[in-house]
Nanobody, 119 residues
Framework: VQLVESGGGLVQPGGSLRLSCAAS????????MSWFRQAPGKEHRLVER?????????????HYADSVKGRFTIFRDDSKSMVYLQMDSLNADDTALYYC????????WGQGTLVIVSS
């Protein structure tokens, strides 16, 4: 089982990025998929990760943290075993390490991709 995030980088305030999560080794379609983030300076523990967005199996339902509603969009392409996070109107508070998570009875995590919002 593997989740590999990509698409992070340095972006100016107000800019956009699209994060990608490539899944392998399991049937993505059975899993709820989420993006979490962990701000710089916080200990690398799961409890320090903030849930950003979740999409249900099949993509019918989504949930967003209040801090990103209206700016971020999560979507999935199960035919490609991919999950995405479109991030618009980025600000400095969005700077973090972003993790992809697959959840069903098991939970799987990727290694993260770093997003830095700075001028």
């Amino acid at each position: 089982v593997q989740l590999v995030e990509s698409g992070g980088g340095l972006v100016q305030p107000g800019g956009s990025l699209r994060l990608s999560c490539a899944a392998s080794g399991f049937n993505l379609g059975w899993f709820a998929m989420s993006w979490f983030r962990q701000a710089p300076g916080k200990e690398h523990r799961l409890v320090e990760r903030e849930l950003v967005a979740t999409v249900s199996p099949g993509g019918k339902f989504t949930h967003y943290a209040d801090s990103v509603k209206g700016r971020f969009t999560i979507f999935r392409d199960d035919s490609k075993s991919m999950v995405y996070l479109q991030m618009d109107s980025l600000n400095a508070d969005d700077t973090a390490l972003y993790y992809c998570q697959a959840s069903k009875t098991q939970t799987y995590w990727g290694q993260g991709t770093l997003v830095i919002v700075s001028s």
